[in-house]
């Protein structure tokens, strides 16, 4: 019995300093892991300031800036100078893009002149018919119930040159503008297509009667996204054709497009 009890006292107090030492091992950990966090976060604390004072610096103008270099046009491409009996269908678009160098003159920079490099493409669709007779096209009018389709499509490159006002500051993109622009257009693909029923189709390309180039010019107006554009061609589309009318006169017809160009950059 003496045995028993002194061999549970022993267990008991071998029990008691391993529960003791384990607690103090833990208790110093705890106060080690403590320790550690409060200096981490007192470390991350000023990185956090650091970061919001960064993010609240006011931007610096930047007193070389251009604008509007990049640009996209859609338009409805009405004829002038119609021979009689000539009409129009549907919708005839005029699509433009390209980019200009803009070059500001003065100090505020709300006067520049701006050149580049642009393509052009006009979808006319009429009742104008082009057909190739003996190696030679001849043009005539026909009435809408004869014809499924008839369109004249042609291709440009495009030279414009532009006169720019504006009220736009460096920190402030949207703004008033006026721009006055003259452009070259060279014509490297057009094609007359006329389908006077479902099965037939009639295709002109290349026409040598059509000028190469042409010249015109166009104005845009208007406040940050939405402009009004107006183009006016100073060159007629044809330059020798004749009509085959009653008088046979000469096609005279230049564009005139009326809609809205954007500006990206």
């Not at 007779?133 to 005539?140: A, L």
Request: proline letters at 3%; a positive charge.
């Amino acid at each position: 019995m003496n045995f028993l009890r002194v061999s549970l006292n022993f267990c008991i107090f071998v029990e008691l300093r391993i529960s003791g030492y384990t607690i103090m091992r833990l208790t110093t950990l705890f106060i080690f892991f403590f320790y550690a966090f409060t200096a981490s976060a007192q470390v991350f604390e000023p990185k956090v300031r650091d970061t919001i004072e960064l993010d609240s610096i006011v931007p610096v103008a930047d007193l070389k800036y251009r604008e509007d270099q990049v640009y996209a046009s859609l338009s409805y491409n009405i004829m002038q100078g119609k021979p009689p009996g000539y009409s129009q269908y549907s919708f005839s678009t005029g699509l433009t893009v390209g980019f200009l160098r803009d070059m500001p003159i003065n100090k505020n920079r709300t006067y520049a002149i701006a050149a580049g490099l642009g393509y052009s493409y006009n979808n006319i669709k009429h009742n104008l018919a082009a057909i190739n007779i003996n190696g030679e096209n001849t043009y005539q009018t026909a009435d809408k119930a004869d014809f499924d389709k008839n369109k004249l499509v042609l291709h440009y490159l495009e030279l414009p040159i532009e006169l720019r006002w504006r009220n736009s500051t460096a920190l402030d993109h949207k703004f008033w503008r006026i721009y006055l622009g003259f452009k070259i257009s060279y014509l490297f693909y057009d094609k007359a297509q006329y389908e006077p029923d479902g099965n037939t189709t009639i295709k002109v390309r290349n026409d040598k009667n059509i000028n190469t180039f042409v010249y015109g010019t166009y104005i845009s107006v208007g406040w940050n996204t939405w402009n009004l554009y107006a183009y006016y061609g100073l060159t007629p589309i044809y330059n020798s054709a004749s009509f085959e009318g009653d008088n046979r006169q000469k096609l005279t017809m230049n564009s005139l497009n009326l809609g809205l160009i954007f500006y990206i950059l």
